[in-house]
């Protein structure tokens, strides 16, 4: 389904589809995906055990990644990072780990159901680099220039308008700053029935 051809209400429909499954997800993460979640993935996909084990579980618990974007790119000491699309947090707590005290870890998604967890941790936690906001991958709440780094896992194949993500993350991204993602990418044509589905863009 292309962009250009996405009516403003369909985009809002689509929207309105994977936020009602991500609250469904931050209840409960198991059921809903085609690919394993949770610590087990992430282990699986190259994630360093002391990363998760200074992570609350609940975080891990919630994590449905589908790749490792610090296996393209990993934060060093003092770097600001922003994970879009951060769900439960996971990225952005390993980010915030990597870059320390000196450095700044940012988690934005559009799902607040999603960003409970990783909220209620930051408040009953000691770590001072990480935050978590609201918001949307196609209109960041930041300042041009605001990140070294830019990192997403498992979220801009939901996004109806790539166009207008691309150019906010690039938008936020400090000149000669670093992107990584992880995604799913469409390798065949998509059956007609699937195409109109609306529910099929958060599956
Ligand atoms: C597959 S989950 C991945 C979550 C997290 N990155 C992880 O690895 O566990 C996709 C996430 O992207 C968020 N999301 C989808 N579309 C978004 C958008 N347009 N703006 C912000 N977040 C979005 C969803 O709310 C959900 O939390």
């Given at each position: 389904m292309s962009t250009e051809r996405l009516t403003a209400k369909?985009?809002?429909e689509i929207l309105?589809?994977?936020k009602e499954r991500y609250r469904a997800v931050a209840s409960d993460p198991t059921g809903h995906f085609c690919y394993p979640v949770g610590r087990e993935s992430a282990v699986g996909l190259g994630y360093e055990p002391e990363w998760l084990n200074a992570v609350p579980a609940?975080?891990?618990?919630?994590f449905v990644g589908v790749g490792n974007p610090f296996s393209v790119r990993r934060p060093v000491k003092g770097q600001s990072v922003l994970d879009v699309g951060c769900g439960s947090?996971?990225?952005a707590f390993v980010a915030?780990?990597?870059?320390g005290a000196d450095g700044r870890s940012v988690g934005v998604d559009m799902a607040p159901e999603m960003l409970e967890w990783p909220k209620r941790a930051v408040a009953a936690g000691t770590l001072g680099n990480i935050e978590f906001r609201e918001g949307s991958v196609e209109e960041l709440?930041?300042?041009d220039e605001s990140f070294d780094l830019v990192i997403s896992n498992g979220v801009l194949n939901l996004v109806p308008?790539?166009?207008a993500a691309f150019q906010e993350m690039h938008r936020v991204l400090r000149p000669g700053g670093?992107?990584?993602a992880a995604d799913l990418l469409v390798v065949a044509s998509i059956p007609a029935d699937v195409l109109t589905d609306v529910d099929a863009w958060s599956t």
């Open positions: 369909r985009k809002a309105n589809s994977v609940e975080v891990v618990d919630r947090g996971l990225d915030a780990a990597l870059v709440p930041f300042e308008d790539k166009d670093s992107f990584a």
